[in-house]
């Protein structure tokens, strides 16, 4: 048994859709989140750049007694997990080989599309797992760098959304693909838009319960799961405050926090 908290980080506030299943799947944990609002977004970044700033964070949540990170972040999955795992002792839990997995056991026709930040697609992460899992697939990517900015303006569902989804959609349906992977943990606030463009024989996958039954199953094997049932005061940090963080939290968890500021450039 272990009651430490889990730290839990993304770019912004994409992350707080793994967080939503954190608190679905590990009810009794209590969550130190980590937003980098004030150096959004990661996916226009170098593999350099996103890596250093994932490794400020995992400092800065080591210094809350994390007990396991969870880099709610395609970005920093795809880039810079495994220098992660090579620097901290703490266990740290990415998004991609989830999404990969579910990629692979939901695809009937072997065609399956990812979607992400360019630095995600550029760093080629999700076909390579996929293919270690399954060389008979094909693996088509798309980068949609408008989709962080959307949502971080709060747009998850009007005509201009549509408009993006639509042109970033169009040429990639045509490719035959079955299954879509949400390759950045901002995408499944524009589920609806997607999954209304792709049409109903495309399964739309968000690999955040998947990510976090990962996480589950690490911690009952360890017996590191918190023993403590009382309510949990989950804590938010944020790099920038900005105004917008309590309506995008309404958005993804039906409930708002108020967050703290952390001079992240410290640590
Ligand atoms: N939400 C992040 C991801 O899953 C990154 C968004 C960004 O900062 O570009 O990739």
């Known amino acids: 048994m272990d009651n ?17 299943q954190v608190m679905k799947l590990l009810p009794h944990e209590k969550i130190i989140y980590f937003g980098d609002t004030a150096r959004l977004p990661y996916g226009s970044k170098s593999k350099e750049a996103v890596t250093r700033f994932s490794k ?34 703490v266990p740290i839990f990415g998004v ?25 697609v550029r760093s080629g992460a999700y076909e390579r797992l996929i293919l270690s899992l399954n060389p008979d697939i094909s693996v088509y990517q798309k980068a949609c760098p408008l989709f962080v900015p959307l949502v971080e303006e709060g747009f998850t569902d009007n005509e201009i959304v549509r408009l993006i989804v639509k042109e970033y959609m169009s040429g990639f349906l045509s490719t035959g693909i079955d299954s879509i992977v949400l390759g950045c943990t901002h995408y499944p606030l524009l589920k609806k838009c997607i999954g209304e463009t792709a049409g109903s024989d495309i399964l739309i996958l968000d690999p955040a319960a998947s990510a976090v039954s990962e996480v589950k199953e690490y911690l009952e094997k360890e017996g590191g799961l918190s023993g403590d049932t009382s309510f949990k005061e989950h804590v938010f940090y ?18 708002t926090f108020v967050p703290k500021a952390v001079d992240i450039e410290k640590y």
């Open 4 to 20: 430490r908290p889990i730290g839990v980080f993304d770019s912004g506030v994409g992350g707080l859709t793994v967080v939503k």
């Open 56 to 89: 400020q964070i995992v400092r800065f949540l080591l210094t809350r007694d994390v007990k396991a990170v969870v880099a709610a972040c395609n970005t920093v999955s795809s880039n810079s997990l495994d220098e992660l795992r090579k620097d901290f002792d």
């Open 96 to 120: 991609v080989m989830a999404g990969a997995r579910d990629a692979v056991s939901s695809t009937k026709n072997n065609r399956v599309g990812i979607i992400g930040t360019s630095a995600t």
């Open 238 to 255: 944020l790099s920038d405050i900005t105004e917008k963080f309590d309506m995008l939290c309404k958005m993804a968890l039906n409930k």
